[in-house]
């Protein structure tokens, strides 16, 4: 009989049923809690204990990030796996700096996924090669880095969306917030990427290849 207790924080019911059946195949009988929102992840773990949280970076209201650094101040023990559908190079390093134990797109292979909760769950890190090498770059000083890298990751997530071709009435509602506030964000992104235009932002993105995957 599996102890294991996994707390599977995402806004579709048909990805959090997918990830039981997998985890259920490699752990039989282990523990599950589930949370559609950022309200509810902590609500979960400030009721109960759990060895790890699967979270998704995109959820109605507070993101996955706000969510990562409240569970790093609250409780420091508690690892998280950010289990997302944006791609590595857009999200991850923010992701691992913000004390996440590890990233993994939802298009990973399942078996991958099981090498990532067993390696956490035992005290350890799931990071790729290729992650651990944007990692490594990022630790030595760079003056030459994008301008991109210099925004607050609710600002890169709203830059992010606006570069997908999402509304900014569309983005307000994904992320539960007014569109007056979507639209300052938007105001921040275009000044510190001093950038003027929705267009001259988009094919930024396509240029850096941000918008590839999306």
Not at 65 to 84: H, I, M, N, Q, W
Not at 105 to 124: H, V, Y
Request: aromatic share 6%.
């Amino acid at each position: 009989m599996c102890d294991l207790k996994i707390l599977i924080a995402d806004d579709h019911e048909v990805v959090r049923r997918g990830l039981k059946q997998i985890i259920e195949h490699a752990y039989p009988g282990c523990e599950f809690g589930e949370a559609q929102n950022s309200q509810e992840v902590m609500q979960c773990v400030w009721d109960q204990e759990w060895d790890i949280v699967l979270l998704d970076i995109s959820m109605p209201g507070r993101g996955g990030l706000d969510v990562l650094k409240e569970l790093r101040s609250t409780k420091p023990s508690l690892p998280a796996l950010v289990f997302s559908m944006h791609p590595e190079d857009q999200f991850a390093v923010r992701v691992i700096k913000a004390g996440a134990s590890g990233y993994m797109n939802k298009e990973t292979a399942p078996e991958e996924l099981i090498i990532a909760i067993r390696k956490i769950t035992s005290g350890g890190q799931y990071i790729s090669p290729s992650l651990a090498e944007k990692l490594a770059s990022h630790v030595k000083a760079n003056p030459d880095r994008p301008l991109h890298e210099l925004l607050s990751d609710r600002e890169y997530e709203v830059f992010s969306k606006i570069a997908s071709g999402m509304a900014l009435k569309e983005i307000a509602s994904e992320l539960s917030l007014s569109v007056k506030t979507i639209s300052t964000y938007r105001s921040r992104v275009l000044e510190k990427m001093q950038l003027r235009t929705t267009a001259q932002l988009i094919h930024y993105a396509v240029q850096q290849n941000i918008a590839k995957s999306m």
